[in-house]
């Protein structure tokens, strides 16, 4: 050293605030952060990192689910999104088993309004009729070759969407209701 002091900051050191008698700078406190707001600022990033892992962990996007039933020798299946958000692309696809195959047209029925909260591109095969009533949507298809038909619909959330949409989707025989799922999308902001 050269012998030339190193001149300190203001309330550092172990003697901080210790100046001697006369001093200007006797009655000055060092400045401490508030504890409420230090522990307001960890919280708030707390909750940032949590939204930022979970969304790396693939919770805030879609997330399908699959449900079933079986009744009167037809099984029905339904692929859709449980949680989605606006703007997304989303799974709907139903699979309709009849061991021996199907002797005559397929008939869906679908809850109306459920539809209200997607943008459609297209279905796949489509319908050889379509009609709705206000409360279902009947989906008629010819029999296809084999036991069993798969629907898909190329469907995307409405970017105007902000509350979900249940439903149900049923097989009719002859014009009588028989397997049955009900179904529930919730929308993420």
């Not at 692929?79 to 989605?84: D, E, F, I, S």
């Not at 209200?116 to 489509?126: A, M, T, V, W, Y």
């Not at 439903?167 to 009588?176: C, E, F, S, W």
Request: glycine share 12%.
């Amino acid at each position: 050293m050269t012998g030339r002091s190193i001149p300190r900051r203001l309330g550092a050191g172990p003697h901080a605030g210790m100046e001697g008698p006369g001093s200007t700078l006797a009655d000055v406190t060092a400045r401490t952060p508030h504890d409420l707001a230090v522990w307001t600022r960890r919280a708030f990033l707390l909750v940032v990192l949590l939204f930022v892992v979970a969304g790396l962990a693939g919770l805030l996007g879609v997330r399908a689910a699959t449900t079933s039933a079986a009744a009167d020798g037809y099984d029905l299946s339904l692929q859709y999104p449980r949680v989605a958000r606006a703007g997304l692309d989303v799974p709907w696809q139903v699979t309709v088993t009849h061991p021996g195959g199907f002797h005559g047209p397929v008939v869906l029925e679908v809850t109306g309004d459920y539809f209200d909260i997607f943008e459609s591109q297209g279905i796949s095969p489509e319908p050889s009729q379509e009609t709705e009533d206000g409360t279902w949507w009947r989906l008629t298809f010819d029999p296809p070759p084999g036991d069993t038909l798969v629907v898909s619909l190329d469907v995307y959330v409405q970017p105007s969407s902000q509350r979900g949409r249940g439903g149900t989707l049923r097989v009719l025989d002859h014009g009588t209701p028989t397997a049955s799922v009900d179904f529930t999308t919730s929308l993420l902001p």
